[in-house]
């Protein structure tokens, strides 16, 4: 029975966008997406489905969907995962994450509205020593 499914919270997991140089170079086109494991355990068979979405001009735009996996992401770490150029950011950025801890499998999905991926609401990301834009 569905009662008897434990439902465990995706916590200490987050999904950064951080620009690849400096917060203050207009002309970095690029933008690194990285997960962040804030828990004090390892976390294994780490999968991360990325896709984007929205409308530009009129026309509903979908990218293409990635997968990337990890054996393992390490405590108290951040990896990259992908990059992103600066004009997808009127798109909707979406990454769904899985992940094995303690015997259980756990899933997220982190979702980057159109306008969220701004300088406006970057924050200083833990293990990158980089300013960007985080969910948790």
């Not at 996996?69 to 990454?95: G, H, R």
């Amino acid at each position: 029975m569905k009662k008897d499914i434990p439902i465990r919270r995706v916590e200490d997991l987050a999904i950064a966008i951080a620009p690849r140089n400096s917060y203050e170079d207009d002309h970095d086109i690029f933008w690194d997406v990285f997960i962040v494991n804030t828990r004090n355990e390892a976390i294994k068979d780490v999968l991360v489905n990325s896709r984007g979405y929205g409308e530009r001009d009129g026309e509903e735009i979908k990218t293409s969907q990635f997968r990337f996996y990890f054996e393992e992401i390490k405590a108290n770490t951040a990896l990259p995962v992908e990059q992103i150029k600066i004009e997808m950011f009127d798109l909707t950025s979406e990454y769904w994450v899985s992940f094995s801890f303690d015997g259980y499998m756990f899933d997220k999905k982190y979702i980057f509205v159109k306008g969220s991926l701004d300088k406006e609401y970057l924050t200083n990301i833990p293990y990158i020593g980089k300013k960007g834009v985080m969910i948790r």
